[in-house]
């Protein structure tokens, strides 16, 4: 189901959260699922992957994360300040330790010149305060290729915390 080199960075991003103790929440709106997907392809997953969210609506958004409607008015669902209270909302209502989000427009419509088709928002929240958002701007290069590349920035996101100090 997912390319090979997904796989190992996944299965290698779960044996890193394995060996630190470290459990996962995902919150994803434009992957639907795809990064909780991918990391329970993964045989022991479960012990490193705690939760995922999978909210398409910007009601569900605030009602299971608590994301502040007044912020999705503001910013829009699709926006970095959306993506971290997303994240946010995820390491708060789960037992995780770090909590990856992503929302974004995977198109063909719904894009707009402002905020154009392949744009998205990964965001990862961790216990302790850590707090990191990453802009995206794909292009209208089809909806499973905009998905699919922001499963790798996800996972490129969590490596490089999980690398930090």
């Known amino acids: 189901m997912f390319p090979v080199p997904l796989l190992d960075e996944a299965s290698r991003l779960l044996a890193v959260c394995r060996a630190r103790a470290l459990h996962l929440a995902?919150?994803?709106?434009?992957?639907?699922?795809?990064?909780?997907?991918?990391?329970?392809?993964?045989?022991?997953?479960s012990d490193v992957l705690e939760r995922g969210y999978v909210l398409y609506s910007n009601a569900a958004k605030c009602e299971a994360l608590g994301v502040p409607a007044d912020l999705i008015a503001r910013d829009g669902a699709v926006s970095a300040a959306?993506?971290?209270?997303?994240?946010?909302?995820?390491?708060?209502?789960?037992?995780?330790e770090i909590a990856l989000a992503v929302t974004g427009i995977a198109g063909p419509g719904g894009g707009s010149s402002e905020k154009p088709v392949g744009l998205v928002h990964v965001a990862l929240a961790r216990a302790g305060g850590v707090n990191l958002d990453q802009e995206c701007r794909f292009g209208d290069v089809?909806?499973?290729?905009?998905?699919?590349?922001?499963?790798?920035?996800?996972?490129?996101?969590?490596?490089?915390?999980?690398?930090?100090p």
């Open 26 to 45: 995902t919150a994803e709106s434009c992957t639907g699922g795809l990064i909780a997907a991918l990391f329970t392809e993964i045989p022991g997953a």
């Open 82 to 96: 959306v993506a971290r209270a997303m994240a946010e909302g995820a390491l708060r209502t789960s037992k995780a």
């Open 142 to 164: 089809g909806r499973a290729r905009v998905r699919a590349q922001a499963v790798g920035v996800a996972l490129a996101l969590l490596g490089r915390t999980l690398e930090g």
